[in-house]
């Protein structure tokens, strides 16, 4: 592709024809700012936040969309640009329903930011505020109207998840973000991810807080409250509290919760350790019993909303594993409390979770209600905050047994291709009993879509990883019409996994246009498997006890009463 040498700010840049304006000014180290274009999720053109002068346009043109000429010059800064920009402003924040001291956007809201940086006067436009109520309809999301800006980034993030529960509904001043036939969210095709949270400048949309409820259990005497975390969150929590992106901060977040009250804190990192024992011992048993091949993967509970809603015929190839987050909802209320002679309804079970489908997944009824509460990394985050607890001054400490002890199969869970990697470990290992190989680097990383092959001891094992539901659609269809042939398919909803889950804290633009965010959280669950002596789920000392004092083996009569779920066809409109 050829190059193209422009000036941006007086500054000499030289980018691929087909370069953005936008991208060319970041290379140029220069900020434009943006309240609709998101790097790898939208760019439309619509917020007029962007406008700059270009040598060669009739008037402003939007840096997002413009691209770049040989010889242009472009002006960023210019009166004219701030005037329009501070006007777009303003002509937002006549109608936005200006609750900035209790937002949980506070201080993280890109239109405060921006409108503090231009000055924005608030009142300039005295325009219609009408109140609507919030959308509570779903237990993991509040949908508030009075606050959107019409950015159109939830639309975008739904619409590349495949699913297109939301979109823009209306005219003029009374156009707004729903669901068809002004449904509510709960009764729309959403599958719960969370990425239009994620994705959102303001406060409009945010997860259902059980924040509260957690309190009252911990300050209840005749409640024992156990917290467990999931792999991804000991990447990302830090990101709350100032810390660079991709730091691990597991040591710390196990002071803080620990500090919350008197709580346990365990690690799930345990349980996917049991779903991996569970799943390829599944895998196994189907391949060899001629079992309903491909098996997909159920531990994104996303993904499984999905399928029983727009794939129902794929329901048989799900397996049959719960979700770590609820292996060990069950765990806890079984075996935990059998051993320690505590009675279930005396447990109050709270998983950290990164992801707002899971929040959704507590709420099952096949789930019978074992864990009691999920919050968030960002409700787990302003916990520790309201608790004054001074985070990053926080000494390392290690996760309660009997649960701390994971395998690095169990850690990298939390990353796209890390469920494959770590039933790989294990499922090799079974038919193998001298496979040594614990890295599988084909199934790292974040392309939509990873394919590999790999021959143990004389079979051939084909193996699909995807993540974002459009990739999982793009499987799906491929594996129903024949075109893709595989024995195991992992799917994460969420591009990039958990580490890039709809709980996760929530980055300004600047940051999230400019770091490869889902890489450098990923990185550090990998260089955490790395360090851990026990590499694979099956050599974990811990999942020898378990199975050795309660379930006997994997998918043995009392772990499919614990561990394992079913699934029903939910078609919607
Ligand atoms: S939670 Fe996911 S599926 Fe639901 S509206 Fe948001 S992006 Fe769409
Ligand atoms: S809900 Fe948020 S992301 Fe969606 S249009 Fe409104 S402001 Fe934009
Ligand atoms: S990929 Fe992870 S964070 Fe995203 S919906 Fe699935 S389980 Fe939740």
Same mark, same amino acid.
């Given at each position: ?136 309809? &779903?237990?993991?999301?509040?949908? @508030? ?35 068809? /036939? ?52 000991? &990447? ?10 991709? #730091? ?20 799930? @990192? ?21 079992? #309903? ?34 292996? /060990? ?86 990353? #796209? ?39 143990? &001891? ?28 595989? @024995? ?17 804290? #929530? ?67």
């Amino acid at each position: 592709m050829a190059n193209v040498n422009l000036k941006i700010n007086n500054i000499p840049v030289t980018v691929p024809e087909g370069t953005t304006i936008l991208e060319a000014a970041r290379l140029a180290h220069i900020e434009i700012p943006t309240l609709c274009y998101l790097k790898d999720v939208a760019c439309v053109g619509s917020c007029r936040m962007c406008l700059v002068e270009a040598t060669g346009a009739r008037g402003l043109v939007a840096a997002c969309v413009y691209p770049v000429a040989e010889g242009m010059e472009v002006q960023t800064n210019t009166p004219k640009c701030r005037k329009s920009r501070k006007t777009s402003l303003e002509l937002l924040l006549s109608k936005h329903k200006k609750k900035c001291l209790s937002c949980e956007r506070n201080h993280n809201c890109e239109l405060q930011r921006l409108s503090a940086e231009y000055g924005a006067d608030e009142d300039r436009f005295e325009g219609e505020t009408l109140e609507h109520p919030l959308d509570l309809s &779903a237990p993991y999301v509040v949908r @508030d109207r009075d606050k959107c800006i019409n950015c159109n980034r939830c639309v975008a993030a739904c619409q590349k998840q495949h699913v297109g529960a939301i979109g823009p509904i209306g005219r003029g001043y009374n156009v707004h973000i729903g669901s068809a /036939f002004e449904m509510s969210l709960m009764e729309s095709v959403c599958v719960g991810c969370g990425q239009c949270i994620v994705a959102c400048p303001v406060g409009a949309l945010k997860e259902r807080t059980t924040v509260d409820e957690v309190w009252d259990a911990i300050q209840n005497t005749q409640k024992k409250v156990v917290f467990f975390t999931a792999p991804s969150v000991r &990447a990302t929590l830090g990101e709350a509290f100032g810390l660079p992106v991709g #730091t691990n901060v597991e040591g710390k977040m196990v002071a803080a919760i620990r500090r919350l009250g008197n709580v346990e804190v365990f690690n799930m @990192d345990v349980t996917a350790d049991l779903t991996i024992m569970e799943e390829a011992t599944e895998l196994l048993n189907r391949i060899q019993n001629k079992g #309903t091949l491909p098996m997909f993967t159920s531990c994104c509970p996303g993904w499984v909303k999905f399928v029983e809603q727009k794939y129902p015929e794929m329901i048989p190839n799900l397996s049959t594993c719960k979700s770590p987050q609820e292996m /060990f909802g069950g765990l806890l209320k079984t075996y935990y409390c059998e051993k320690n002679g505590i009675d279930p309804k005396d447990l109050y079970v709270v998983s950290v979770i990164p992801c707002t489908a899971k929040k959704y997944e507590c709420h099952r009824p096949e789930m019978n209600g074992e864990v009691d509460a999920a919050i968030t990394t960002r409700e787990l985050a302003r916990m520790i905050k309201t608790a004054g607890i001074r985070f990053t001054e926080l000494p390392d400490e290690e996760f309660d047994n009997p649960f701390a002890i994971c395998s690095g199969g169990g850690t990298i869970f939390g990353a #796209t291709g890390g469920v494959m990697e770590a039933a790989l470990r294990v499922a090799a290992r079974a038919l193998d009993g001298k496979f040594e190989v614990v890295d599988f680097p084909e199934v790292r990383g974040t392309l939509p879509i990873k394919e590999a092959t790999y021959k143990i &001891a004389g079979k051939t094992v084909r193996v699909a990883v995807a993540n974002g539901l459009a990739n999982a659609a793009e499987i799906i269809e491929g594996v129903k019409n024949g075109t893709r042939q595989y @024995d195991f398919i992992e799917i994460m909803a969420c591009p990039g996994g958990c580490v890039n889950g709809g709980g996760q804290p #929530t980055l300004p633009d600047s940051i999230r246009n400019s770091v490869e965010l889902k890489e450098l959280r990923a990185a550090a669950l990998y260089r955490s498997d790395k360090e851990n002596k026990v590499r694979r789920s099956s050599d974990s000392p811990v999942i020898d006890t378990i199975y050795a004092e309660y379930f006997g083996s994997p998918n043995s009569h009392k772990a499919h009463e614990v561990l394992h779920t079913s699934y029903k066809a939910d078609k919607r409109i």
